[in-house]
């Protein structure tokens, strides 16, 4: 089945230590998304992919941020990483010719 | 700055009632909005879309209204289900061909058996 793909589902680094997430489709999408989710809270989008073309939310802090290499992958580095940055982690995908957003199962990090 | 109010309380009903959610914005004019679930510790799962010339909106049990005069959606579920527990987030279209969306923060449904 087509699909988002998150890699690890759960990460836990140490405080300041760089992270990497990754993120695989198989649905062709030309857009991609990093959403980062706290407890009980909306997601929150930091950047996106439309194509090759980044695009990064005008809150997102400098410490996040991302890669994609190709169409199918996408990587969410977290150069050093706070207690505040502990929290899920969403990948999704759209076509531009479409509405919908297909999510990833999610990577949730924790910070020591 | 745009808004999104979901019910921040859980919502608690028996088994074969109708849960209704609701979803509430400010200072925007979305050309769509759309409803995802999520289950604990996992992606949102989209459900159903309505757009702005749209009132209403059904997929089997399921049925949305969109009233742009009073920028309300309500979501509703009829005949539900314990499977049916889960958090429900509602989302606006925040314009461009790259499909953003705004969430909201997301109604805890929980169905008693």
């Known amino acids: 089945d087509a699909m988002v793909i998150q890699n690890p589902r759960y990460q836990v680094t140490q405080f300041g230590k760089p992270v990497t997430l990754s993120c695989s489709q198989t649905?062709?999408?030309?857009?991609m998304y990093w959403y980062q989710q706290k407890s009980s809270q909306a997601p929150k989008l930091l950047f996106h992919y439309y194509d090759k073309d980044f695009n990064n939310e005008a809150d997102t802090p400098d410490n996040f941020q991302s890669r994609r290499p190709n169409t199918s992958f996408c990587f969410l580095d977290i150069r050093s990483p706070g207690l505040g940055d502990a929290a899920m982690y969403l990948c999704?995908?759209?076509?531009?010719?479409?509405?919908?957003?297909?999510f990833g199962a999610g990577t949730r990090l924790s910070v020591l | 700055s745009q808004k999104i109010e979901q019910n921040s309380e859980a919502l608690n009903i028996q088994e074969g009632k109708t849960a209704t959610l609701t979803c509430n914005y400010t200072n925007y004019s979305p050309a769509y909005l759309q409803w995802y679930r999520q289950d604990p510790g996992r992606g949102p799962v989209f459900l159903l879309l309505?757009?702005?010339?749209?009132k209403e909106k059904r997929k089997e049990r399921l049925k949305v209204t969109f009233d742009t005069t009073l920028k309300q959606s309500l979501f509703h579920i009829t005949a539900s289900q314990p499977a049916d527990s889960a958090t429900y987030l509602c989302?606006?279209?925040?314009?461009?061909?790259?499909?953003?969306?705004?969430f909201g923060t997301g109604t805890l449904l929980a169905v008693q058996p």
């Open positions: 999704a995908t759209s076509s531009s010719q479409g509405n919908i957003q297909y």
């Open positions: 989302a606006l279209e925040v314009g461009g061909a790259t499909n953003k969306l705004i």
């Open positions: 309505i757009r702005e010339n749209e």
């Open positions: 649905l062709n999408h030309n857009v």
